[in-house]
């Protein structure tokens, strides 16, 4: 194994950024090799930018890249199977952002690929990274609050969101792009499987989506009921223009943990004319920053020293999996029971 692996960077937008400035100068035993998007502007932008030396429109010829040893795949998530499964193929190791892909099936084919190529396969949740949520599983695990008994776990976020997840059949919608991480933590810090599903949801901010998508909701409430008997809640919200909110608390037989806060800094003014204030976080790029870095360290890591890695493909799996009955109880109102066989997507249309 080289003492340097060289990265590359499928989808160079927002997250794919994120993670290709940490890897030119944060990560330990790694270096930006080569970015592709199929966006020639974005490509080459981010290349001049960090200097990365190769750049590509093609993510194939990414792949065929001797000097890359591993990607990052941080394309919409449609794309994520196809890419995953290419990269494998090529003998990459993978950090795949989240959700994981469309259903349970392309997981499962993108874990098997990754089993038979022998590479790491790691997914992008981060909130497993962050100081505040390792804290919180620390806690949890020294037994110091009991069995954990019920998990609450909000994500509410400022902006709308782009137009292309209006249609839920073609992003499943915001359980998908925004909860995936509490879908994630829950199972984490409860330290089980969901086995049964109820979700309500409404579209209350992005009334211009309506006509055109009547399913989309900007608003979710989902309670999940896991194997160990834990319940739990996931609250989500797109829109929301307040600030990034991402919260959670765990309560256990005998205390309560809890994750997160609105208050951007601890610094509060206090006039007569504006009574008390201070600043909410602006965006989950501020909150989250570090545990990027700590992810993508923990990611070159595991494949320096052949580990497995903290956040599997089994877990971009499960994630996925109670996504899609999250959506399917949306749809029919009715409670899902996990051990029932998901449905492929032509199906679920006629739920
Ligand atoms: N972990 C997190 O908190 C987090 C945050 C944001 C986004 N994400 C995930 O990251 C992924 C990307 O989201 P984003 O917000 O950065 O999107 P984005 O639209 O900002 O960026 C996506 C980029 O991928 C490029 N692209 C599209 N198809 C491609 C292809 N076939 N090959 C190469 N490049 C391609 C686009 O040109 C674009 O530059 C999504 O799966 C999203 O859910 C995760």
């Known amino acids: 194994m080289k003492d340097i692996i060289g990265i590359g960077l499928i989808g160079a937008g927002r997250a794919g950024m994120i993670h290709a400035e940490n890897f030119v100068s944060r990560v330990p035993g790694a270096r930006m090799a080569g970015v592709a998007d199929n966006s020639e502007e974005a490509a080459k932008k981010a290349a001049d930018r960090l200097h990365i030396p190769y750049w590509y429109t093609d993510y194939r ?3 065929q890249n001797p000097e890359i040893d591993a990607v990052i795949v941080v394309t919409p998530t449609k794309y994520h199977k196809e890419i995953v499964l290419e990269a494998a193929a090529a003998e990459k190791h993978i950090l795949c952002e989240k959700p994981m892909a469309m259903n349970s099936e392309e997981c499962k084919e993108m874990i098997q690929a990754a089993e038979e190529h022998q590479v790491k396969l790691q997914i992008g949740f981060m909130r497993r990274f962050d100081k505040s949520f390792r804290k919180a599983k620390e806690i949890i695990d020294s037994g110091e609050i009991g069995q ?3 998990v609450k776990s909000l994500t509410h976020g400022p902006s709308t969101p782009r137009e292309w997840m209006y249609d839920i059949e073609k992003s499943n919608g915001p359980l998908a792009e925004v909860n995936s991480h509490d879908i994630d933590t829950m199972r984490w810090l409860a330290d089980s ?5 109820h979700a309500m949801a409404g579209n209350f901010r992005c009334r211009e989506a309506a006509e055109n998508y009547p399913d989309f909701y900007d608003t979710v409430l989902m309670n999940v009921r896991m194997a160990n008997g834990a319940i739990c809640n996931i609250d989500g919200a797109q829109g929301v223009r307040y600030g990034y909110d991402a919260r959670v608390d765990v309560l256990g ?3 309560l943990v809890q ?3 609105l208050k951007e800094t601890t610094t509060v003014s206090c006039t007569k004319e504006h009574g008390m204030s201070s600043g909410i976080i602006a965006s989950w790029t501020d909150l989250f920053s570090e545990a990027y870095v700590q992810e993508d360290i923990s990611f070159v890591r595991c494949i320096l ?3 497995e890695p903290e956040v599997t493909g089994y877990d971009g799996w499960k994630a996925v999996e109670i996504v899609k009955a999250g959506n399917r109880s949306i749809k029919t109102g009715g409670i899902i029971n996990l051990n029932e066989k998901e449905k492929p997507d032509g199906e679920e249309k006629k739920c």
């Not at 499987?193 to 599903?197: N, R, T």
């Open 61 to 63: 010829k990414l792949l």
């Open 148 to 150: 954990v008994v019920m």
């Open 193 to 197: 499987e969901a086995v049964s599903i």
């Open 253 to 255: 037989t005998k205390g």
């Open 259 to 261: 994750i997160g806060g």
């Open 305 to 307: 020293e052949d580990t």
